[in-house]
């Protein structure tokens, strides 16, 4: 056949080397930024021409956008063919075979670091966006046709396969085809949307930044075309964990990944939304400048592949206290049966600690509240470390680690001559799947009952205790509704009132322990602390925007809290002051805890080079240093809550509560309140 071919214009187009061949026809170069593909007679259709011919009227020039540019005709002005720009790029250096196999990736770039692979992913979504923009869709999005000269540079080949307008894409590959068209048999037939194109850009980032591997690939799975149908995907994201994602260097870059990005894979992967094109890049260009801050470690390939915490529980907030079970809600008993019952004492067994604390009676009733009027300890256990993934106790850990604290309070009950002690757990009790052992172990041991508290019990007696030890500097109007967050260990209680009476109440699993075991349960050797704290602010954040975007959370939204109290050791740290006594009806700014944060923040980083090292100190010994890093830290992850529902309820300032559930029980027992 002649190698000399024409433009509309008549002008001749002289063919050299052959440079490819494939089923459809020849790839030659004509000069050194131009080639020509020649079609086979056989490939040569009406709507084939159509095609090309509509591409070439769109008139794109975006280096490193290989379309047709100029039709070529024979010598019998029949088209054959077109003109489109040379890709300036070695054999070898398809994505397929660069990026997309891990060892070739480390041979081919070695100096790459994850700043390279934004960079590769935003110069594809930018050529994507001008193709989108002009009414083309890739559709058959495949590693093979797209060439990487570095990260800024890349070329898509083989373009007249695209969509364009309405002539379609003929073609597919599975791991970039969306689930409702994966049983489409013939390509041909179907006008894909932008919709099924945004599925196969998130597959596309994703085997970017996990070289090559789909985001359906999992342990036991079955093959990836039923796992896209089945949206099975794996991954985890905060305390959503199947445990099924691949093990080993996989489980690792998906940790290190920024949350912000890890949402956005699992959000089309899980949720079946689709982020767009725009979407993409704004991810994208905020975790760029996150990985140049070192927030996030840079290396495509962890450094370390050993976890520093396993087998701890991300969730004490799925279960409540229904049934009305005397086993594990009788939280009374009489230590001096023959006394009159006037002196009573509390026992609170919190996911965090064992506290107990037994009131003067008499002063109370004739004088009113003050803390000079009680004696009161609690000792941290850390409970809620004994619950496994599974959520079951450890009941050798708790034999060991709570007992002998529960016993030491018992002690001191009998010392102060408590004729009634009424002992009440919380979040971590609430969770254990066998809390009807452990209750029957502190029988046992301790011989006292123990009461389970409710969601919505918890929530009403700690506000008993806020309503009756409050000082007369805070006035509440009894008009209007005031909003509670009693942050806890194991969840965090969002409690709606007026006049006292409770509006409505909803439980977040966002307790300061679950905090610290998400932050903790993605980390290696070399996990860097500010990425752990980055990432708990926009777990926390999605959380509550969930939350609030929910059902559930409507009665909150209509009908606004005008007043807000918090409890928990995070807001109580932050008010700078020691002891209840002085943190109590504290008042605290946004900017003030914003202010607290920072200084936490900055004494973790200053004092641990990373999460492991700070982890040591967390589960080592009982010591006073351990207690006040432990403050340091949890207070560090639980006032990015307060901040994020100040802003969503607009209330600026914040009163704190210094005296909590186990005063709230003491005096719905002295005053038989719960009658």
């Known amino acids: 056949m002649t190698k000399t071919f024409y433009t509309k214009n008549g002008k001749a187009i002289i063919l050299s080397e052959e440079l490819g061949k494939g089923g ?22 009406a709507e084939k021409q159509g095609k090309i011919l509509s591409m070439i009227e769109k008139k794109i020039k975006v280096k490193g956008i290989c379309v047709p540019t100029e039709a070529i005709y024979n010598e019998n002005k029949k088209f054959i063919g077109y003109l489109m720009p040379k890709a300036d790029v070695e054999k070898g250096f398809e994505m397929q075979t660069c990026v997309f196999n891990p060892e070739l990736l480390k041979k081919k770039f070695p100096k790459w670091t994850r700043i390279n692979l934004v960079n590769l992913s935003l110069s594809i979504l930018n050529k994507i966006k ?71 850009i998130a597959s596309l980032i994703f085997m970017i930044f996990h070289p090559g591997k789909s985001p359906y690939a999992f342990q036991g799975g079955g093959n990836i075309k039923e796992n896209i149908i089945g949206m099975n995907f794996s991954y985890p994201l905060g305390d959503e964990d199947n445990y099924l994602a691949p093990q080993g260097m996989w489980e690792y870059i998906w940790n290190e990944l920024s949350y912000e990005l890890r949402k956005a894979f699992y959000t089309v992967f899980k949720e079946n939304y689709r982020l767009t094109v725009t979407d993409w890049i704004t991810v994208l260009e905020t975790y760029k400048e996150d990985l140049t801050q070192g927030i996030y470690p840079i290396n495509i390939f962890p450094s370390s592949t050993e976890k520093i915490l396993q087998g701890r529980t991300i969730n004490m907030n799925r279960r409540d206290i229904k049934e009305n079970d005397p086993a594990i809600r009788n939280g009374k008993t009489n230590l001096r049966p023959n006394a009159d019952g006037a002196n009573i004492g509390v026992l609170e067994l919190s996911t965090k600690a064992v506290k107990f604390i037994v009131g003067d009676t008499p002063a109370l009733k004739q004088n009113g509240f003050s803390f000079d009027y009680f004696f009161r300890i609690a000792d941290k256990t850390e409970t809620g470390m004994g619950l496994d993934s599974d959520n079951y106790m450890d009941l050798d850990f708790y034999s060991s680690k ?45 011989g006292i009952n123990v009461k389970i508290l409710s969601k919505k019990e918890e929530a009403i007696a700690t506000l008993t205790g806020f309503i009756f030890c409050k000082k007369d500097s805070v006035i509440i109007d009894q008009n209007l509704n005031y909003l509670m967050i009693d942050q806890g260990g194991g969840s965090t209680e969002l409690s709606l009132f007026r006049s006292n009476e409770i509006i409505d109440t909803y439980s977040l699993n966002l307790g300061t322990s679950i905090l610290k ?106 010591t006073e240093h351990r207690g006040k890093i432990d403050r340091i830290l949890v207070s560090r992850l639980g006032l990015s809550m307060f901040l994020v529902i100040m802003n969503q309820i607009n209330i600026t300032q914040i009163v704190v509560n210094g005296t909590g559930l186990w005063y709230g029980v003491y005096f719905e027992n002295l005053y038989n309140l719960n009658n």
């Open 24 to 45: 459809e026809g020849s790839v030659y170069l004509v000069d050194s930024q131009t080639v020509a593909k020649i079609y086979n007679i056989k490939s040569l259709t």
């Open 130 to 200: 001008v193709l989108h923009d002009n009414n083309i869709i890739v559709g058959d999005i495949n590693p093979f046709n797209i060439l990487i000269k570095d990260d800024n540079l890349i070329f898509f080949v083989d373009t007249d396969s695209y969509q364009v307008d309405n002539y379609v894409c003929p073609v597919g590959t599975v791991h970039f085809t969306a689930p409702e068209i994966q049983n489409i048999e013939n390509f041909s037939k179907l006008i894909r949307t932008k919709d099924h194109e945004y599925f196969a």
């Open 402 to 446: 709570v007992i002998p604290y529960i016993k030491k309070m018992m002690k001191l009950a009998r010392e102060k001559q408590v004729d009634i002690l009424y002992c009440v757990a919380t979040a971590a009790y609430r969770t254990a799947n066998n809390r009807n052992e452990i209750i029957e172990i502190i029988k046992d041991e301790c």
């Open 517 to 622: 075991n998400v932050l903790f349960k993605e980390a290696t050797n070399n996990s860097l602390i500010n990425k752990g704290l980055r990432d708990s602010d926009k777990f926390i954040k999605d959380r509550l925007r969930t939350y609030f975007s929910n059902p559930k959370s409507s009665i909150l939204n209509k009908n606004k809290g005008q007043f807000l109290i918090a409890n928990g050791t995070a807001i109580t740290h932050a008010s700078g002051k020691k002891g209840n006594k002085d943190q109590h009806c504290t008042i605290l700014t946004k900017a003030g805890i914003e202010k607290s944060m920072k200084k936490f923040e900055e004494y973790l980083n200053d004092n641990y080079s990373n999460s492991k090292e700070l982890l040591n100190v967390l589960e080592g010994p009982h």
